[in-house]
């Protein structure tokens, strides 16, 4: 029997008038089905063992419907526990086929298989339509959908796209409907982090954490990396190695308060100025240059300038780690946002970019990730002296603050003090590098407090902070200024405060957001300000997060925004 047949087989049941007994079934019938049910006997997978070469336990009959994981996504938005978010992730990998694996993890992360397809939420919103009652729409559905609009190009292509659309939303349930959407603008926010899904690869898969997260690493592709460990097992994931042409995931370092701590976490260091740029991954085969930012997208053409300075370099083959950045007329760095501008312009224009690099990976055949920091970086030294971020070896916190006043002094961010001992551990953010830049503190009043999602579902999250305009600069003198806003840093005690608190003093409200009366003074640890045309002030906060509440100032006392504008650098 072949799949039409089983196809045709289903809907001539589906069309029969009443209900039908063995003996007064259609001729035939009976064999069939008997015939069709022994068939899917025969092709499900044993799902009460593990499968052999350490793949773990595993049952997927029939497809996984969309809905389940929505329903996966909702559990660990709603939970704080780890473990919980890891069991949860794992349950549903468990029952996904393979061709399913990838498209399900890269919607859980926000981050489909396809990449951006060229649809953005207000179009979304618009063509969704009613929602369905039930759920129907399958992972194939989805995936092969973003394959659609990711091909529908040229003329009538936006026509097209909104029948593609209108078809997928009027199966979609409210629910899958919202979900899809956050794919699509990729703005999901579900706590399935990509280390909690390594995790919960590891456990559905029965191996180990650490074979995961190094494939994980080398490969820069989590939803493959989990199909080869689900269906392949440990010793196809341990194959996975680093490639020239194949991005990693970057190395990221903790934070320490200062350089004596950062020493006494990592020892002897090299204490390297901390730039503010933006991170890139550099690859050379031969003549051919491809330049990669810390999420692995591809930005070749962004950046020319880069791809000529590693051309002129004096080897075949590499992989080098660093920043660019864009300088002025004296050599200084650019404010950060000048530098953002021209990275993610399409077109090549000026300012230009300057590479700078810290590390390197690979270099004409050998790989250089297990090797040691300070073989890595005599490497640096011979092939990319001039490209090389400023820095020095030492355990001497003498020398490390008088590195990191000279870094301060250039324009930079701080330090980074990296383990000379230490490894490249792709991916990871442990203690072998440590971060180290000034933070600064102001005092900011509460004007209005957004509704939070998930987790935060019934609480007042994201505050609207304002600085006190004392001169009238940017209204009437004595007003308040916004310069940002932010939910980070937020205790689930100060959360239920301040839910409480803002809706005693709440003055109107709209859609999501409480406006208050402006009364109440928070304390925000800020890493710097950057311009911006949003806030009437002419400039946004980078990084805000909730230190406390100051219950013993009044608003008359939070600091002015002629202060943050003097952080400006011009």
Known sequence: MQGRDVRWLLFGLDALDAPFTHESAPPGLVDAMADLAGRFAAAAPACDRPRSGGVGRRCHTVAVLLADVVETAERVTATSSRLAKTEALADLLRRLSPEEVAPAVGFLV???????????YRTVSSLLGEPAVEPSLTVHDVDALLDELLATTGSGAAALRSETMRAMGARATAAEQSFVTRVLIGEMRTGALEGVLVDAVAQAADLPVATVRRAVMLS??????ARIALTEGA????QVGLAVGTPVLPMLASTAADPAAALAV?????????LDGARIQVHRRGDEVQVFTRSLADITHRVPEVVDAVRALPVRDAIFDGETLSLDE?????PFQDTMSRFGAEAPRSPLLKPWFFDVLHVDGEDLIDRPLSERLEVLERVAPAYRIPGEVTDDPAVADRVSAAALAAGHE??????????????????SWVKVKPVHTYDFVVLGVEWGSGRRQGWLSNLHLGALDPSG???????????????KGLTDELLRWQTEHFQTIETRRTGHTVFVE??????????????????AGGLALRFARVKRYREDKPPEDADTIQTLRAMLRT
């Open 110 to 120: 926000g981050r489909a298989r396809q990449g951006r397809v060229g649809v953005g």
């Open 220 to 225: 820069g592709d989590l939803g493959g990396t």
């Open 235 to 238: 010793q196809a994931l341990e």
């Open 266 to 274: 990592t020892g002897r260091a090299s204490v390297e100025h901390k």
């Open 330 to 334: 004296d050599g200084g760095p650019r």
């Open 414 to 431: 701080g330090i980074v003090v990296k383990a000379i001992d230490s490894v490249y551990a792709a991916g990871r953010r442990g203690k």
């Open 473 to 487: 600069e940017f209204g009437e003198p004595g007003e308040l200024v916004m310069v940002g806003k932010t939910f």
């Open 518 to 535: 402006p009364a109440t003074v928070v304390e925000i640890a800020i890493d710097g300000v950057q311009r911006s045309s949003r806030y």
